[in-house]
Structures are given as structure tokens and as C-alpha cells.
């Protein structure tokens, strides 16, 4: 005789809205391609083609690296390649990441781009960079702006944390650029953020424009 469960899905995890992706994914499943007109895949960022062979076997030698010696940098700064390494993100992608950021946004010269290598976390992709951003600023009941169309899961991460997301429509006459005042009318002492992310910026907008 089987025993009913406490087990229950929370109210905010059901109020999200189902991801696009399996379905869009079996739109390209049913696709004929006539052969001159090949489908082009442009809803996601996730690579097509395999890594670069240097790249696979770059790993495999700090897999198989299980205990890289005291005071050998050149596998994860003499760390275990099987244990916790820094909690925020790699030390030397972190400096490089940095130095990336002073040469585009500041030049060759690099001036007046105040970032430091402290101020730099690394996370496992934007889902969790957007969670960990959206949960330092705001809490159950606060309202946080996205530009619509929204990347499905900023959305999807605002309901389950009890967030409320506030659409701002772009339209095609204004190029799909979000309005400055239709912003500012949307704000309330609830708002904590507002969300701007290459998925709703259909048209490709440079950043200077944006």
C-alpha cells in the first residue's frame, strides 16, 4: 500500500512560465532542409562544434593530474585538480578577465576603468551570475525592470525568488531600444533593478547605442 508524500512543488516554481527551448528544439527537429537554405541556429550562445582539440587535451592532462605537487603552478596553482579551487573563479582568468575589461571599455591606454581583480567573481555561466546579482539586491515582494522581449531565464529566476518582473515592451519602430522614460515611468519604491542582457536585444545593438 503506498504511502502519500509531503512532497510538494512550491507556488513560485510553478507560477514560472515553461522554457522555449524543447519546444523550438523540435521545430528544428521536424525542419527539411532543401539544401541551399540550411537552418541557422541563433537562439542560444551554446557552441555548435566540438572544443579545439588543444583545449580537450589541455584537460585531460589536469584530470589526470590528481595531486599536482606543492608549489606547481602550472595546474590550478599547485591545488588538487579534483578539489574546490577558489571560490571566486580562478585567480589567473580573473586578472585576465580584468585586463580585457581596462582595454575595451578604456582603450589601448586602458585609462578610467576602475576594476580590480577583488571586484571579479566567476560563475557558472549568466543563469548563475543573474541569480547571484538579483539575490544580492533584492528580496520576496521587490520588482525588478526587464526589457521584453526577456531572456526566459532572468524571468524565470525573478518568480522563483518571489521577484516580480516588470516588462518594458520595445517596439520595432524604436529600433527594440528600450525607452529611458517609459523606465522611469515603471519605477516604484519596489524596484531594486533593471535588466539588460543581450537575449532581449534581438536587433544586435552596439553597445554604445544601448
Not at 176 to 198: N, W, Y
Request: hydrophobic share 40%.
Amino acid at each position: 500500500m503506498s504511502q502519500s508524500t509531503a512532497y510538494k512543488v512550491i507556488d513560485a516554481v510553478k507560477a514560472t512560465n515553461l522554457p522555449p527551448i524543447p519546444m523550438v528544439a523540435k521545430w528544428a527537429s521536424e525542419y527539411k532542409d532543401p539544401g541551399s537554405k540550411p537552418l541557422i541556429n541563433l537562439s542560444q550562445g551554446a557552441p555548435g562544434e566540438q572544443p579545439h582539440p588543444s583545449l580537450i587535451e589541455r584537460l585531460t592532462k589536469v584530470v589526470q593530474s590528481p595531486g599536482a605537487q606543492k608549489g606547481d603552478t602550472t595546474i590550478s596553482g599547485g591545488s588538487d585538480s579534483a578539489a574546490y579551487g577558489n571560490v571566486r573563479g580562478d585567480v589567473a582568468m580573473r586578472i585576465a578577465l580584468v585586463e580585457e575589461m581596462k582595454y575595451v571599455y578604456g582603450g589601448q591606454d586602458k585609462l578610467d576603468v576602475d576594476v580590480q581583480v577583488e571586484d571579479v567573481a566567476l560563475t557558472a555561466g549568466c543563469n548563475a551570475a543573474f541569480m547571484a546579482a538579483v539575490m544580492v539586491v533584492a528580496e520576496r515582494g521587490d520588482e525588478v525592470i526587464l526589457p521584453v522581449p526577456w531572456y526566459f531565464n532572468n524571468e524565470m529566476t525573478l518568480r522563483i525568488l518571489g521577484i516580480e518582473p516588470v516588462g518594458l515592451p520595445v517596439s520595432v519602430e524604436a529600433g527594440f531600444l528600450p525607452s529611458v522614460e517609459q523606465a522611469e515611468s515603471l519605477i516604484t519604491p519596489r524596484t531594486k533593478a533593471i535588466g539588460l542582457v543581450s537575449p532581449n536585444n534581438p536587433v544586435l545593438r552596439t553597445p554604445h547605442r544601448l
